[in-house]
């Protein structure tokens, strides 16, 4: 999940500036950022339901704190419940970090609620 940050170690997102010295915590806050718990730190994918998997996802695409985030598919193969959460998870990140989102989607009902 860190691996765009240490890609990329001048970038200092300001939502992990307190933090971003440290793995584990920088990770912790991430996960705390997509609605995920540090219980999921020490998990593999094969551990994780699709919504964690694409909470991680959205994770790792914010953790360099973008301007803009293409999501593609973002919801396909996740049930209308967690299609619903994903998609206002992305919309509080919009507003909390001031970002821009381009959707790829075959699913364009799922983006009019």
Excluded: W
Aim: glycine share 4%.
């Amino acid at each position: 999940m860190l691996e765009p940050l240490d890609n990329f170690p001048e970038v200092k997102p300001v939502f992990l500036v307190d933090i971003r010295h440290a793995r584990r915590e920088t990770a912790a806050g991430l996960l705390d950022m997509v609605d995920l718990g540090p219980e999921h730190l020490d998990r593999y994918p094969n551990e994780l339901s699709g919504g964690q998997r694409q909470r991680i996802a959205i994770a790792r695409g914010i953790s360099l704190q973008p301007r803009l985030l293409i999501c593609d598919e973002p919801t396909s193969s996740l049930d209308v419940t967690v299609q619903a959460h994903i998609l206002q998870l992305l919309k509080q990140l919009q507003t909390d970090l001031e970002m821009s989102f381009l959707f790829i989607s075959h699913d364009i009902a799922s983006f009019i609620r």
